[in-house]
């Protein structure tokens, strides 16, 4: 399914002009990523790809998915077009629980109501 | 047992890479339930019975310092460790989704998933009667964390063991909630993820009690 395994380094090296950090570090698997504008001419690949994949909100995790490319090496794709303003992030908030159990009561009442659904 | 038995079939024309199934413009928030076991335990199975999409697969990768011990390279003091897991997801309502990874529950891997399930509503421990040792380390971790689960025996229609033998084999805190299922099943694979958030609002009601 996802190609990138055991792909050369060199390539993923490039993809992120050789950072392996200084990606922004609220960006959670399932943060969803909302593009703000159409790729343009000699945008990197990747970015253009992002672009277009999240003209629908789509998550952190299913954007790597898609672009075959490790969660780590997307989230700095992602945190350079957040950075310029093509795309903005829908952070999730706390999920209810015991240790916050006031973050949002209805969100539980929810989850169940489309999984009897389902 | 339920009269409306659907086949966990991908709806046809579902492309494999999902994409047919974009999220409405309008969703905000976005809920996470892991799934944790050993290899070939049905993680994935039962996340295909109840998701919208195909599963997806991704990776995450982490560099570690290594053991602290002098490098004469200095390029080998540092480890990636790269693990791959399957994801599908529910859309809840116009402003909601919930996704639901499917992730290996051993030790050596579980330093990934503290990241990747920060915040999740909570956990389900599918465990398989052959092989119940695989899930001992994701219980320890999860009931060290805090973090609310259940255990679900996946059986796939095979009933040799009870769930009080299954429990005590796994010596499993009573207020955890054990359930049996077949993950192939769409009605099954649901009514897991239900005890799990029914077990979820129990906890919080206890606590605000």
């Known amino acids: ?118 | 047992m339920h009269s409306t038995t659907s086949e966990p079939a991908p709806e046809p024309g579902t492309p494999p890479d999902g994409s047919a199934s974009p999220l409405a413009d309008s969703t905000e928030q976005a809920l996470k339930i892991a799934v944790v076991g050993g290899f070939g335990v049905g993680k994935t199975t039962l996340v295909r019975s109840v998701s919208e999409i195909r599963p997806l697969t991704t990776e995450e990768t982490m560099t570690r310092a290594g053991d602290g011990v002098d490098d004469l390279s200095g390029v080998e003091g540092k480890r990636t460790t790269t693990v791959a897991f399957d994801f599908g997801r529910i859309t809840l309502d116009a402003t909601s989704v919930l996704y639901l990874f499917g992730a290996p529950g051993q030790e050596r891997f579980w330093f990934l998933w503290d990241r990747l399930f920060t915040g999740a509503l909570g956990a389900v421990v599918l465990v398989d009667t052959r092989r119940l040792e695989d899930s001992f380390y994701a219980i320890d971790r999860l009931e060290a964390q805090g973090t609310p689960f259940i255990v679900a025996h996946n059986d796939f229609g095979d009933t040799e063991h009870t769930l009080d033998e299954v429990r005590s084999a796994l010596d499993l805190d009573p207020a955890v909630p054990l359930v049996r299922c077949d993950a192939r099943e769409r009605e099954s694979a649901k009514q897991v993820l239900i005890a799990l958030v029914h077990h979820v609002c129990s906890l919080i009601t206890r606590r605000a009690g």
């Not at chain 1, 957040?82 to 908030?93: E, L, M, N, Y």
């Open chain 1, 1 to 118: 399914m996802s190609s990138h395994r055991g792909e050369s380094p060199d390539r993923l090296y490039v993809i992120t002009s050789g950072r392996s950090s200084g990606a922004d570090d609220s960006l959670d698997a399932v943060t969803l990523i909302v593009a703000e504008c159409l790729p343009t001419q000699g945008m990197q690949s990747e970015h253009a790809e992002i672009l277009r994949l999240c003209v629908s909100p789509m998550a952190v995790v299913e954007v790597a998915a898609h672009l075959r490319l490790p969660v780590t090496v997307v989230r700095i794709l992602l945190t350079d077009l957040i950075d310029t303003g093509r795309v903005t992030a829908r952070h999730p908030a706390p999920a209810p629980s015991p240790a916050h159990p006031l973050a949002s009561p209805d969100v539980l009442e929810k989850v169940l109501v489309a999984l009897h659904n389902l």
